[in-house]
Protein backbone atom coordinates (compact mmCIF):
# COMPACT_ATOMS: atom_id res chain seq x y z
CA UNK A 1 0.00 0.00 0.00
CA UNK A 2 0.77 3.64 -0.32
CA UNK A 3 0.61 6.46 -2.74
CA UNK A 4 2.40 4.96 -5.54
CA UNK A 5 -0.23 2.27 -5.82
CA UNK A 6 -2.43 5.16 -7.57
CA UNK A 7 -2.18 6.47 -11.18
CA UNK A 8 -3.76 10.26 -10.14
CA UNK A 9 -6.66 11.09 -8.44
CA UNK A 10 -9.65 9.58 -9.80
CA UNK A 11 -8.29 6.37 -9.61
CA UNK A 12 -7.20 6.80 -5.96
CA UNK A 13 -10.56 7.02 -5.40
CA UNK A 14 -11.69 4.39 -7.80
CA UNK A 15 -9.79 2.13 -5.80
CA UNK A 16 -10.24 3.34 -2.04
CA UNK A 17 -14.40 2.65 -2.84
CA UNK A 18 -13.51 -0.75 -4.74
CA UNK A 19 -11.32 -1.79 -1.72
CA UNK A 20 -13.15 -0.17 1.23
CA UNK A 21 -16.09 1.09 0.11
CA UNK A 22 -17.30 4.77 0.55
CA UNK A 23 -16.22 4.40 3.96
CA UNK A 24 -12.85 4.44 2.80
CA UNK A 25 -12.89 7.87 1.60
CA UNK A 26 -13.11 9.59 5.30
CA UNK A 27 -10.48 7.07 7.02
CA UNK A 28 -8.83 9.40 9.30
CA UNK A 29 -11.66 12.22 9.02
CA UNK A 30 -12.60 12.05 12.67
CA UNK A 31 -8.92 12.29 14.27
CA UNK A 32 -8.75 15.07 11.85
CA UNK A 33 -11.05 16.97 13.06
CA UNK A 34 -10.02 16.18 16.75
CA UNK A 35 -6.74 17.93 15.72
CA UNK A 36 -7.86 20.81 13.45
CA UNK A 37 -11.11 21.96 15.63
CA UNK A 38 -8.96 22.58 19.04
CA UNK A 39 -6.73 24.03 16.66
CA UNK A 40 -9.17 26.90 15.59
CA UNK A 41 -10.47 27.25 18.97
CA UNK A 42 -7.00 28.08 20.18
CA UNK A 43 -5.79 29.67 17.47
CA UNK A 44 -8.37 32.37 16.91
CA UNK A 45 -8.84 34.03 20.13
CA UNK A 46 -4.80 34.49 20.56
CA UNK A 47 -5.16 35.57 17.99
CA UNK A 48 -7.21 38.35 18.40
CA UNK A 49 -5.59 39.54 21.34
CA UNK A 50 -1.84 39.12 20.14
CA UNK A 51 -3.44 41.48 17.04
CA UNK A 52 -4.32 44.25 19.87
CA UNK A 53 -1.26 43.82 22.30
CA UNK A 54 0.98 44.36 18.59
CA UNK A 55 -1.03 46.99 17.03
CA UNK A 56 -0.15 48.83 20.53
CA UNK A 57 3.16 48.09 20.77
CA UNK A 58 4.68 48.65 17.26
CA UNK A 59 2.60 51.41 15.93
CA UNK A 60 0.50 53.35 18.11
CA UNK A 61 3.39 53.81 20.83
CA UNK A 62 5.70 54.06 17.39
CA UNK A 63 6.17 57.82 16.33
CA UNK A 64 7.64 56.66 13.22
CA UNK A 65 5.34 54.30 12.19
CA UNK A 66 4.66 53.78 8.56
CA UNK A 67 1.62 53.40 5.87
CA UNK A 68 -1.35 51.69 7.14
CA UNK A 69 -0.92 48.87 4.87
CA UNK A 70 2.45 47.90 6.40
CA UNK A 71 1.42 48.84 9.76
CA UNK A 72 -1.41 46.26 9.32
CA UNK A 73 0.60 43.78 7.32
CA UNK A 74 3.08 44.27 10.35
CA UNK A 75 0.68 43.74 13.21
CA UNK A 76 -1.06 40.46 11.57
CA UNK A 77 2.20 38.73 10.51
CA UNK A 78 3.04 39.20 14.08
CA UNK A 79 -0.34 37.77 15.55
CA UNK A 80 -0.39 35.01 13.46
CA UNK A 81 2.92 34.03 13.91
CA UNK A 82 2.77 34.31 17.85
CA UNK A 83 -0.95 32.32 17.13
CA UNK A 84 0.34 29.92 15.85
CA UNK A 85 3.10 29.00 18.03
CA UNK A 86 1.11 28.28 20.98
CA UNK A 87 -2.17 26.32 18.92
CA UNK A 88 0.65 24.50 17.45
CA UNK A 89 2.56 23.29 19.93
CA UNK A 90 -0.85 22.86 22.55
CA UNK A 91 -2.29 20.49 19.55
CA UNK A 92 0.48 19.14 17.91
CA UNK A 93 0.81 15.60 20.75
CA UNK A 94 -3.15 15.40 18.97
CA UNK A 95 -1.62 16.03 15.17
CA UNK A 96 1.30 13.48 16.26
CA UNK A 97 -0.83 11.04 17.21
CA UNK A 98 -2.86 11.11 13.90
CA UNK A 99 -0.11 10.55 11.82
CA UNK A 100 1.60 7.74 13.40
CA UNK A 101 -2.02 5.93 13.29
CA UNK A 102 -2.29 7.02 9.87
CA UNK A 103 0.64 5.93 8.65
CA UNK A 104 0.15 2.26 9.57
CA UNK A 105 -1.08 2.41 6.05
CA UNK A 106 2.13 2.97 4.30
CA UNK A 107 4.23 0.74 6.64
CA UNK A 108 5.09 -2.24 6.54
CA UNK A 109 7.09 -2.03 10.18
CA UNK A 110 4.31 -3.80 12.90
CA UNK A 111 6.23 -1.79 15.29
CA UNK A 112 4.60 1.79 13.51
CA UNK A 113 0.90 -0.34 13.80
CA UNK A 114 -1.32 1.03 16.54
CA UNK A 115 -4.40 -0.30 17.38
CA UNK A 116 -6.24 2.56 18.74
CA UNK A 117 -5.17 6.46 19.76
CA UNK A 118 -4.78 4.63 23.22
CA UNK A 119 -2.02 2.48 21.90
CA UNK A 120 -0.99 5.15 19.78
CA UNK A 121 -0.19 7.51 22.94
CA UNK A 122 1.23 4.75 25.02
CA UNK A 123 3.62 3.59 22.41
CA UNK A 124 5.05 6.98 21.82
CA UNK A 125 5.53 7.38 25.62
CA UNK A 126 7.16 4.17 25.98
CA UNK A 127 9.49 4.66 23.44
CA UNK A 128 10.21 8.62 23.28
CA UNK A 129 8.94 10.01 26.73
CA UNK A 130 7.20 13.06 27.13
CA UNK A 131 9.32 15.05 24.70
CA UNK A 132 8.01 12.23 22.19
CA UNK A 133 4.78 13.58 21.61
CA UNK A 134 6.63 17.29 20.16
CA UNK A 135 8.79 15.47 17.88
CA UNK A 136 8.68 17.81 14.42
CA UNK A 137 6.82 20.79 15.79
CA UNK A 138 9.33 23.07 14.30
CA UNK A 139 8.15 21.70 10.95
CA UNK A 140 4.74 21.42 11.61
CA UNK A 141 4.93 25.86 13.10
CA UNK A 142 6.67 26.68 9.83
CA UNK A 143 4.39 24.77 7.30
CA UNK A 144 1.56 25.96 8.46
CA UNK A 145 2.88 29.32 10.04
CA UNK A 146 3.37 30.32 6.34
CA UNK A 147 -0.30 29.47 5.60
CA UNK A 148 -1.75 31.59 8.49
CA UNK A 149 0.38 34.93 7.83
CA UNK A 150 -0.73 34.59 4.40
CA UNK A 151 -4.48 34.07 5.25
CA UNK A 152 -4.80 36.03 7.79
CA UNK A 153 -3.00 38.91 5.91
CA UNK A 154 -5.66 38.48 2.93
CA UNK A 155 -8.56 39.05 5.51
CA UNK A 156 -7.34 41.36 7.59
CA UNK A 157 -6.78 43.47 4.25
CA UNK A 158 -10.24 42.08 2.87
CA UNK A 159 -11.57 44.08 6.24
CA UNK A 160 -9.90 47.07 6.18
CA UNK A 161 -10.61 47.38 2.53
CA UNK A 162 -14.20 47.07 3.08
CA UNK A 163 -14.32 49.55 6.28
CA UNK A 164 -12.85 51.61 3.79
CA UNK A 165 -15.41 51.41 1.22
CA UNK A 166 -18.09 51.75 3.96
CA UNK A 167 -16.55 54.60 5.10
CA UNK A 168 -16.47 56.56 2.03
Not at 42 to 59: D, G, T
Not at 78 to 94: E, L, Q
Request: proline content about 3%; glycine content about 8%; overall charge positive.
Amino acid sequence: MGFSEYNGILDAGRQIIAKEGVRGMFTGLGISLIRDVPFSGVFYPIYNMSKSFFKYFLVENNPNSNSKAYNLALVTTCASTFANIISCTITHPIDLIRTRVLFRFYSKNEDEHYKSLYDAMVKIYRTNGFLGFFRGLMPRIMRKGFGTIVAWGIYEYMVDKKDAMIAS
